[in-house]
């Protein structure tokens, strides 16, 4: 009897570390071409036919803009193809989440759309390249994942939507807000599925968003210059967003001109929750974001009404139950 036919996957290849070249910390990031990656990946064939191209191969902290637009595009177009039953997205580790929040945010999958990376070099000793992505591919052609985009990485499962890197070397550098992964790829326990609201549209041109510091040692004058050229301001603040006192008169002054102003951490992980000083100075609070996360999130809501900023923002970012 004829095996029976496997699904159909589509990887596109955006570089980083899984597909370096070179050993140590000093490799070459997205050297590698998928087509070579799945050669040394035999025991892929056993849950997927696999289709390989690469938008672009980056090391990603490279990463523009116009290459979120770019995978945006691929992507976009590959979830219309109906030979394909999910996608697989191969990318480097450092602006993930950026990349994740922005699909997360602004696509309508019929599909599982898988990220995933590495954080070793595939000739380095304790790969972890080859696992990650045998995984995610088995994650993509699975009949019972949900459409949606994930990140598998270190044998876990997590949502794309608060997600964060939050260790500079470790072989599971992934957190997520606010309840962590949500499966585990060993032993196999699929996520369950998430209601997501509707997707936003992609800014055009891109909006500036800044990222300030705000503490002891930094200036709140950078807000006000920020207030002439950006749609929004991301504040890096000390512990769950706290707002040093001798900021709150140039942020209460900014979101009074329309700037959107949104409070997120320092720390490397924990929620940012809703304060009553939100609605004393006019901000947002990060919720389950982390400051790069939440800079992507600042650029695709700002370009709305500001009378709909705060709905967009409560119903996409904050825990459930989150109260002032
Ligand atoms: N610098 C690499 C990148 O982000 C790191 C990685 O992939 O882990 O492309």
Redesign the pocket.
Known sequence: MAAPPRPRLLWLAT????AAAGRGIAYR?GALSPETLLESLPEAARYAEIECASPYAI???DATPQHWLRLHTAITEALARPQFAGLVVSH????LEETATLLALTLAPTKPVVLT???RPPAEAGADGSRNLLHAIRLAADADTPPGVFLVFGEEVFPALGLRKAHTLALQPFAAEPRGALGTTFPWLLPPIEERPSPLPLPRPWPTVVLLSATALDAPEALRQAQETGAAAVLLLPGHGSVPERWEAAIADATASGLLVVRASRCGQGPVLPHPVDERLGTFPAGILSAPAARVAAALVAPFPREEWQTLWRARFLPYGAET
């Open positions: 570089g980083g570390t899984v990031a090391d990603s902290k480097g580790t450092d602006t990376g590495a954080m």
